[in-house]
């Protein structure tokens, strides 16, 4: 890694709506709900909502990487085990 730290900058960002609970519940249980109960749905879920989106990526991430992403990657040799106390 850079000594240098660049701005953190975020990728594959999701968010969910009101409108996208409200579509679903309907969709899936035929009822109709108002924007504050799919918003206290969200409140009340997204915390494991957050856990299940960053096991999956890392699951996608994990599957998909590969050395031919990175060409010019540099293999990391062992640290001398005789430096070691």
Same mark, same amino acid.
């Given at each position: =890694?850079? %000594?240098?730290? %660049?701005?953190? !900058? *975020? @990728?594959?960002?999701?968010?969910?709506?009101?409108?996208?609970?409200?579509?679903? !519940?309907?969709?899936?249980? *035929?009822?109709?709900?108002?924007?504050?109960?799919?918003?206290?749905?969200?409140?009340?879920?997204?915390?494991?909502?957050?856990?299940? =989106?960053? $096991?999956?990526?890392?699951? @996608?991430?994990?599957?998909?990487?590969?050395? $031919?992403?990175?060409?010019? *990657?540099?293999?990391?040799?062992? $640290?001398?085990s005789a430096n070691e106390t």
């Open positions: =890694m850079s %000594k240098q730290s %660049k701005a953190i !900058v *975020g @990728y594959a960002t999701v968010q969910w709506r009101a409108a996208d609970i409200q579509e679903r !519940v309907y969709d899936l249980l *035929g009822l109709e709900i108002t924007e504050d109960e799919a918003e206290d749905w969200l409140a009340t879920n997204e915390r494991p909502l957050q856990d299940l =989106m960053i $096991e999956r990526g890392w699951d @996608y991430i994990e599957t998909r990487i590969s050395r $031919e992403d990175f060409p010019h *990657g540099r293999p990391v040799q062992p $640290e001398d």
